[in-house]
């Protein structure tokens, strides 16, 4: 394992794994050794999971589907609490199985991704995932339990990737706590640096079945666009991000004030 001075954790078998410690907030930065996001934990390797466990990570979130989580549940080492959080449930869209067609059915998928397709789809995804009731309920729950009185367990995040779902929790945490979109846009981009290596196979594997990777990679990847759409969508239903935490998910300015008591440290 090592944790590089972008903040990666480079665990083999947890790819996209990262702090956001240290990242600057308003009035200091994210502690260290308390919040992080990652993509799927279900093949998690022994040894990695000693190493995960080094890392003090005692409550993970995992924001995948039923579906998801039932077909590839996390492998997680002892003494770490789960906590499953179906963000997409209510989405008409399922990005998982549309992309099941790669091994069944290479024209339909080069024609559902093709002309701009794949990155409209991504986009309403993004709409979805901050106005769905499901997905309102998923983050609600997720900032409520990280705010609750006398929560102090380190904590990670993620999804099947890593990029969309957790992509949107981070950069909700870090604007709620005042980051600029700079350092916002930065963390969630930097998704296209630690997870696309690992897709590689995958991108190899659709090649040779006859799909053009390049249409895949919106899929696989993020953009600033993504993000512009779920920026859109807080500002159309909610006004403002503080909108969005206290009408979007119901939470109390005294659960927000607990999240930067827990989360914020003075420079």
């Known amino acids: 394992m090592s944790q590089h ?3 990666t ?9 990262r702090t956001l410690g240290g990242l600057e907030v308003s009035g200091g930065r ?20 000693l190493a995960f466990t080094d890392l003090g990570i005692r409550l993970v979130f995992d924001l995948r ?3 998801e989580c039932a077909a590839q549940p996390d492998r997680l080492p002892a003494g770490i609490d789960l906590v499953n959080l179906d963000v997409l449930a209510d989405s008409p869209v399922d990005l998982a199985a549309s992309m099941a067609m790669l091994d ?4 339909a998928t080069n ?3 093709a002309s701009g397709k794949a990155v409209s789809m991504l986009e309403h995804s993004y709409c979805d ?32 990737t890593g990029k969309d779902r957790t992509g949107w929790a981070a950069a909700a945490l870090l604007l709620l706590l005042g980051a600029e979109d700079e350092t916002v846009r930065a963390d969630y981009l930097q998704t296209n640096v630690d997870l696309l290596p690992a ?5 190899d594997k659709a090649a040779a079945a006859g799909i053009d990777p390049d249409l895949l990679l919106p899929v696989l990847s993020v953009q600033d666009s993504f993000l512009d759409a779920a920026l859109g969508e807080v500002e159309q239903r909610f006004g403002s991000m503080q909108g969005y935490f206290t009408e979007g998910l119901g939470l109390s300015k005294c659960r927000i004030d607990a999240l930067r008591e827990r989360f914020v440290v003075s420079n």
């Open 111 to 113: 024609a559902m991704l």
């Open 104 to 107: 069944t059915d290479p024209a």
């Open 9 to 17: 954790v480079s665990l083999a078998t947890a790819p996209n794994m």
């Open 30 to 49: 994210i502690r260290d050794g308390v919040i992080f996001r990652s993509a799927t934990l279900a093949h998690l390797s022994d040894a990695d999971g």
């Open 65 to 67: 589907t039923k579906g």
């Open 129 to 160: 995932i901050v106005s769905q009731p499901s997905a309102r309920w998923a983050y609600r729950t997720f900032f409520e339990t990280l705010s609750e009185p006398g929560e102090t367990r380190t904590a990670l995040f993620h999804c099947t």
């Open 199 to 203: 897709l590689r196979p995958l991108l």
């Open 5 to 7: 001075p972008h903040r």
